[in-house]
């Protein structure tokens, strides 16, 4: 392994994010490709191992160098064969990911779900700092989960363990998520579940509101906007947020009991909001947990961005081929 790296893919709906990643998990090369999802997805993989083909090439390097390859896809993972159970957004239902990664690239392959490689990117190298029992969650488009106990992730029986973004927080009268079911911790804690709450709240503003201002002035609603507006103090902005930190803080709050992780990691984009998150997050965390689980649980932004998921891609490479 001396002189081998590591291949990691971060499959996204519309851009897919790679890397050249050394077996002590620093970057040496990093780009992305448009995610190619027409056909059903059929061009993904083709795709990959066209990009890493050229990427070698570009950089002087051979394939004889990388010791496998690494992804992350959306959706659960069959953890015995490496295909995909269902990723709805690419049309893909029962699909032989890592076979058709490996026939492509000519690499030894692993894949995972995405939220489970950022949990991995992070503690090998980011906000978990090597604890062996963490939970991140990621706020993005969508709200993802990953579980690490014991050092180990945990996949469960279906490799649908993680999915924090569907434990129901508004048992009633919740809006519908894209699951199927209504009321998840999705619906009010992703990007697009806080414009959604964002909209209700300025439906029954007088127009006072500094978030109302901005919008009129032309700026689009968004999670970014309603946080710097509750920067500058806007009371409409700061409900909104206290709303989402109280769902967020008490899902982390029950999957922290049943798990007593050492530490919960927050990314995703709207992480970037940092302590004006993580601090009402933590409040709620601590009125819900019980006090042993409280006491012992740090809950942290994630330091690694948009790494997170190569890094942890790269980190199951090493594990499994080195």
Not at 53 to 68: A, I, N, R, T, Y
Not at 119 to 143: F, H, P, Q, R, S
Request: glycine share 14%.
């Amino acid at each position: 392994m001396m002189d081998k790296w590591l291949m990691g893919v971060d499959l996204g709906g519309t851009t897919t994010k790679l890397a050249i990643i050394s077996k002590y998990g620093e970057i040496f090369h990093k780009w992305e490709i448009p995610t190619d999802i027409s056909e059903n997805g059929k061009y993904i993989t083709t795709n990959i191992a066209k990009t890493i083909d050229e990427k070698l090439e570009e950089l002087g390097m051979v394939k004889s160098q990388l010791l496998g390859i690494g992804m992350g896809a959306p959706g659960p993972v069959d953890g015995s064969n490496g295909s995909i159970y269902e990723a709805i957004n690419l049309g893909w239902v029962d699909y032989p990911l890592k076979d058709l990664l490996e026939v492509e690239t000519s690499l030894p392959a692993v894949v995972e779900n995405d939220a489970n490689l950022a949990a991995l990117g992070e503690m090998w190298k980011g906000a978990g700092n090597g604890a062996k029992d963490l939970i991140a969650v990621t706020l993005g488009t969508g709200v993802g989960g990953g579980v690490i106990a014991n050092g180990m992730l945990v996949q469960g029986a279906s490799g649908a363990a993680g999915e924090i973004g569907h434990i129901t927080v508004v048992p009633e009268g919740g809006a519908p998520c894209n699951c199927g079911k209504s009321g998840c911790l999705e619906t009010v804690a992703s990007a697009t579940g806080i414009v959604r709450l964002a909209n209700e709240a300025l439906s029954t503003d007088a127009g006072h509101s500094i978030l109302q201002q901005k919008i009129n002035a032309g700026e689009p609603l968004s999670s970014r906007l309603l946080f710097a507006c509750a920067a500058e103090g806007d009371l409409l902005s700061n409900e909104v947020i206290n709303k989402v930190s109280f769902y967020l803080g008490m899902a982390l709050s029950h999957t922290a009991n049943a798990l007593n992780p050492e530490k919960i990691v927050i990314g995703g984009g709207v992480s970037r909001a940092g302590e004006q998150l993580a601090a009402p997050v933590r409040e709620a965390f601590e009125r819900f947990a019980f006090k042993r689980v409280s006491k012992s649980t740090s809950i942290s932004i994630a330091t690694l961005g948009n790494d997170a998921g190569v890094i942890g891609a790269a980190w199951l490479v090493k594990k499994l081929y080195s």
